[in-house]
């Protein structure tokens, strides 16, 4: 397995952004970090750009990072509702075979979703409309599968205007995400690397 750095700045990553943002009116992101990444290159197109941690002291640090883009704004805030996102970590298996942020990955991941943030459900929030966006999912590997079903339960009538983004598309965060993508057909873009994925979704 291929060790990438955390922030994904990438000169693919920067032009891939920059040709589906001009299709979109505002970016969606789950998992800041520190913003200097993602997030970074997100906020230097121009667009509007609502971004979430729900790491309190990363979350700290990327609004430091990211004062000075006005079109930014970084919630401190759970991408799902907490309880759901406990329940899909209680019956995670974590059998892909692939690393880990720890020998325990239920618990890591569950201090990460059992922090206190502005507020839950943030997908829902800010994506469950007619809007066109770019959702960029890249929080913590043991929920990435959960946002992206999260995301793709929405109505049909709002799914064909976003283009969904998957960071880490070879670990456990997202290998199913992209898997169940091309089970539907969906016209799947991979990086170069194979680190990222993109898709215009269809229905």
């Excluded at 941690?53 to 704004?73: M, P």
């Excluded at 992206?148 to 960071?167: G, P, Q």
């Amino acid at each position: 397995m291929i060790d990438y750095p955390i922030q994904l700045n990438t000169l693919e990553f920067k032009a891939v952004v920059n040709e589906l943002v001009a299709e979109c009116d505002e970016v969606i992101e789950t998992g800041t970090f520190h913003g200097n990444g993602s997030t970074k290159i997100f906020a230097e197109t121009g667009k509007y750009v609502y971004t979430m941690e729900c790491n309190a002291a990363n979350h700290q640090i990327a609004q430091r990072n990211l004062a000075q883009y006005e079109n930014v704004i970084a919630f401190h805030a759970l991408s799902m509702k907490r309880e759901t996102l406990i329940k899909f970590l209680l019956n995670e298996k974590f059998d892909v075979k692939t690393t880990y942020d720890s020998n325990f990955p239920k618990t890591f991941y569950m201090r990460e979703v059992g922090q206190q943030v502005l507020f839950e459900d943030g997908l829902n929030l800010l994506c469950n409309n007619d809007r066109k966006q770019l959702i960029f999912l890249d929080s913590a590997g043991g929920v990435g599968y959960a946002e992206f079903m999260e995301v793709m339960s929405m109505h049909d009538d709002y799914l064909k205007n976003k283009i969904i983004m998957l960071d880490d598309i070879q670990h456990i965060k997202h290998c199913r995400s992209v898997a169940k993508l091309l089970e539907m057909g969906q016209d799947v873009h991979i990086s170069a690397e194979s680190r990222f994925a993109w898709c215009r979704l269809k229905f």
